[in-house]
């Protein structure tokens, strides 16, 4: 597993090749719709949640963001945007509930193209984030928790790039690893209720799909 992540890594970081969209001076304008598959621990929005193993949530997320071409096939640049996932709690007692996640993100990316002719190309991504959370849970008899989070992201992401047109492209990106570090606190005692960190490898289960343009 190792080699495997390290090797587009290295392809990218020795590939020299450039086109004129990727040359040095040029703007990128981008926006990516992911989705994030996760696990929910229902303790971390608020301890008298039911909780059970295995517990999956999808995050659907939009990232606009502006990048500038430092060097040749080398941008760096900055990014926002917000997510949202769902997912229906189907535990005795609680059948009809659910819990609703509400992120909002701001951060930086560089990324580095490895080209292979006028259309076709790879890229590694660095990328690092603040996080801001909403999560709650609806119950189906009217119970109602309220939460926030707050944290950081850092991650790196591979991915398959396509000029359509000389000044514009789409991709396809898949996540490589990532850490994370989070705070949650119940907004209705007030309390700070969970906290947690730790590193992920996320090849399987972060996706996304974007468009680009270059000026």
Same mark, same amino acid.
């Given at each position: 597993?190792?080699?495997?992540?390290?090797?587009?890594i290295?392809i990218?970081?020795?590939?020299?090749?450039?086109?004129?969209?990727?040359?040095?001076?040029?703007?990128?304008?981008r926006?990516?719709?992911?989705?994030?598959?996760?696990?929910?621990?229902?303790?971390? *929005?608020?301890?008298?949640f039911?909780?059970?193993?295995?517990?999956?949530? &999808?995050?659907?997320?939009?990232?606009?963001?502006?990048?500038?071409?430092?060097?040749?096939?080398?941008? *760096?640049?900055?990014q926002?945007?917000i997510?949202r996932?769902?997912n229906?709690?189907?535990m005795e007692?609680?059948?009809?509930?659910?819990?609703?996640?509400?992120d909002?993100?701001?951060?930086?990316?560089?990324?580095?193209?490895l080209?292979?002719?006028e259309?076709?190309?790879?890229?590694?991504?660095?990328?690092g984030?603040?996080?801001?959370?909403?999560?709650?849970?609806?119950?189906?008899d009217?119970?109602?928790?309220?939460?926030?989070?707050?944290?950081?992201?850092?991650g790196?992401?591979?991915?398959?790039?396509?000029?359509?047109?000389?000044?514009?492209?789409?991709?396809?990106k898949?996540?490589?690893l990532?850490?994370?570090?989070?705070?949650t606190?119940?907004?209705?005692?007030?309390?700070? *209720?969970?906290?947690?960190?730790?590193? &992920?490898?996320?090849?399987?289960?972060?996706?996304?799909?974007?468009?680009?343009?270059?000026f």
């Open positions: 597993m190792k080699k495997f992540l390290l090797l587009p290295l990218c970081l020795s590939h020299q090749l450039a086109y004129g969209q990727f040359q040095q001076g040029t703007f990128m304008g926006g990516n719709v992911s989705i994030n598959r996760v696990s929910t621990d229902r303790t971390f *929005i608020n301890p008298q039911p909780n059970s193993d295995k517990q999956t949530e &999808n995050i659907w997320t939009l990232l606009p963001g502006l990048g500038y071409f430092i060097r040749e096939n080398l941008a *760096i640049g900055a926002g945007g997510g996932g769902t229906s709690l189907s007692g609680y059948s009809g509930s659910r819990t609703v996640t509400r909002f993100y701001a951060g930086i990316f560089v990324r580095k193209f080209v292979l002719d259309n076709f190309s790879f890229f590694l991504e660095g990328q984030s603040r996080i801001w959370e909403r999560p709650f849970f609806e119950g189906s009217s119970r109602f928790y309220d939460t926030k989070g707050d944290g950081w992201h850092a790196m992401s591979i991915g398959f790039h396509y000029m359509l047109s000389k000044t514009i492209g789409i991709e396809l898949s996540g490589l990532e850490y994370n570090t989070s705070t606190y119940n907004l209705m005692e007030d309390v700070q *209720i969970n906290r947690q960190n730790g590193f &992920n490898i996320s090849l399987l289960s972060q996706f996304g799909l974007g468009l680009n343009i270059f």
